[in-house]
């Protein structure tokens, strides 16, 4: 079963994740955090980083896992998702950089990387909260609508709607990376809590088709209905877009 929280609007949505976060780390300074890139989040990072600088959160501890990265790209590319976090969180926040784990997009063997992955995950005694954003096609990490999806982390020719979408933080379209290596929906569902911030008109589609109590691999987002434990973070204007709302 989803939990499903509506809030007044996007800063409540954020400051709300945020406070579970940093609720979790203290309650278990060891945390081990699943984080997504995107706009979606960048709400939650920024009260993640005021509460830091303002001594309410302790990241010495913590592990990260990041969803997915864009391949081929250098980690010093400014549209690498390595780039988006550090600029974004790590940068401004006391994590070790030993204990932040992104996928490497310039790894000469994506085979041997994504299973690496896979394995430094489970090595880390698995992820206790997996954040996540949705694409406007459902997708999660870079898990596109398909009949069938991969379990484990793999490398993923993007879609055409994922290119578009995403070309919005490049010059031009062509400079999008056509490959990316992301976690699986198997990683996802093995994390034990997951937190999925949906937002913005362009996304109800994808919260109707999450509350329709159907599942489908074409809207990956709905299998999330499957995990034991995913809340549904959302605002009172996405809602109204639904059906339900
Ligand atoms: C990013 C990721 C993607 C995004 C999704 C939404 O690491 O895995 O699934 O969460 O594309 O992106 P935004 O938040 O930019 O709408």
């Known amino acids: 079963m989803l939990k499903l929280k509506v809030f ?3 800063d409540e949505m954020c400051a709300y994740t945020a406070e579970e976060l940093m609720a979790a780390i203290s309650k278990k300074p060891d945390l081990v955090l ?28 913590v592990t990260t ?34 204990n932040i784990h992104i996928p490497d997009g310039s ?9 690496n992955y896979e394995k430094m995950i489970e090595e880390a005694g698995g992820i206790d909260i997996q954040l996540l954003g949705s694409g406007i096609n459902g997708h999660i990490g870079f898990n596109e609508p398909a009949e069938s999806l991969n379990l484990k982390t793999h490398k993923v020719t993007l879609t055409q709607s994922t290119i578009e979408a995403n070309s919005r933080f490049f010059n031009d379209i062509s400079e999008v990376p056509k490959f ?24 109800a589609p994808v919260l109707d088709a999450m509350l ?28 109204a877009k639904t059906k339900k709302g």
């Open 8 to 10: 007044k609007d996007y």
């Open 107 to 115: 790894a000469k063997d994506s085979d041997f990387e994504v299973e």
């Open 180 to 203: 990316a290596l992301t976690m699986g929906v198997g990683t996802i569902f093995k994390a034990r809590r997951v937190i999925i911030l949906i937002n913005g008109e362009k996304k």
């Open 34 to 61: 699943g984080l997504p890139t995107g706009s979606t989040p960048l709400g939650v990072y920024s009260n993640l980083v005021n509460s830091y600088k303002s001594g309410k959160v302790d990241f010495s501890r």
């Open 212 to 239: 329709s109590g159907t599942v489908s691999t074409n809207v990956p987002a709905t299998l999330l209905a499957l995990h034991p434990d995913t809340t549904v973070v959302t605002d009172e204007a996405t809602m």
């Open 65 to 98: 896992f990041n969803l997915d990265e864009y391949y081929p790209i250098d980690k010093n590319d400014p549209q690498s998702y390595y780039y988006f976090m550090f600029n974004n969180l790590f940068s401004h926040i006391n994590v070790k950089k030993e």
